[in-house]
């Protein structure tokens, strides 16, 4: 695009990474507005409000939506676009994680953050989509169930006080309660059953839970996501292992299994609530249908 934004929006979440991307927009707002004079911000107040946002973005013809805050601001606002809409979008990451700008190669460093969009190209990307039976939701970067879900939801919780090390020390309490169990996974009309299965992934992007490379070889153009399923996830796994998700090197373990498709729908065989999370949003409980959409979110990268 080179830079040249006709009517440009930027959605603001100022509370992401305990208030930093507040800061952050201080920081590079001059900047931006001497780029693009007719730049419209806007600035979330409550839960889902990117959404709302997007949408109303969407509907003034924005020509571009830039996100500045965290992977869940992300993904509330490509859960406006979809996979229908053209409107390119730009990632600003200032979250706690920022796993979706990692798997996308995007810099974090705010001072580059302009420089990299008036140097960016569209590239066209595939999208997620999980459906449960209380949610439909799009995600970007990666759905998972089981202890990741939990983790998310109590990273949620206290989401104020977050740092760069909630998503690990979250983890370590969660290993303590979290109970495996079996899942049935028809995956492109091959079923397999994993016995006692303590995280599931289907990884669009490499990256999640602040920076572990749970998907070192996945890919966000091959029109496939990456399956990952680490059975029996408990501390001694934890405390041997768990410096190798942070480098990818855990798909040799005995316990992890990988798969690769297009469409897999999933149960829990157990009455106990199995929890679904895409890019760290809560989307429901199992059973559940998570599929790749090929190529359909333009992106500047």
């Known amino acids: 695009m080179n830079g040249t934004f006709g009517n440009p929006y930027l959605i603001v979440n100022p509370q992401s990474n305990r208030g930093l991307a507040k800061a952050s927009l201080d920081l590079i707002l001059p900047e931006m507005l001497a780029t693009w004079p007719s730049l419209k911000v ?42 229908q809409c053209q409107i390119p979008l730009g990632v ?27 140097n960016a190209r569209v590239k066209m990307i595939d999208l997620g989509l ?49 109970k495996p169990k079996q899942l049935s996974v028809d995956i492109d009309g091959k079923n397999i059953r994993h016995p006692r299965c303590s ?41 041997r292992h768990g410096a190798k998700v942070y480098r990818g090197l855990h798909l040799e373990l005995p316990q992890v299994y990988k798969m690769r498709g297009r469409v897999a729908k999933v149960d829990c065989i157990s009455k106990e609530p199995f929890y679904i999370e895409t890019d760290g949003e809560d989307a429901g409980t199992l059973p559940a249908r998570f599929e790749i959409l090929p190529r359909c979110l333009p992106v500047l990268v």
């Open 130 to 178: 999980v459906t449960s039976k209380t949610h439909t939701r799009y995600f970007l970067n990666v759905a998972s169930c089981g202890i990741s879900a939990v983790i998310a939801q109590n990273v949620r919780a206290r989401e104020s006080n977050l740092s760069g090390w909630a998503y690990y020390f979250e983890t370590f309490k969660a290993i303590f309660s979290f």
């Open 42 to 83: 806007l600035e979330t107040d409550r839960g889902g409000h990117a959404t709302d946002l997007a949408l109303l973005a969407i509907a003034e013809n924005a020509t571009v939506i830039l996100v500045l805050g965290g992977d869940g601001t992300l993904n509330e606002v490509v859960n406006a676009m979809g996979d």
């Open 199 to 239: 995280l599931l992934a289907f990884a669009n992007g490499r990256y999640f839970g602040g920076g572990m490379q749970i998907a070192p070889g996945a890919s966000l153009d091959d029109g496939r996501f990456d399956e990952i399923a680490v059975s029996n996830m408990g501390l001694g796994f934890f405390l």
């Open 92 to 118: 600003l990451p200032c979250g706690s994680g920022n796993d979706t700008a990692k798997s996308l190669g995007i810099p974090s460093e705010t001072k580059n953050l302009v420089r990299h969009l008036l």
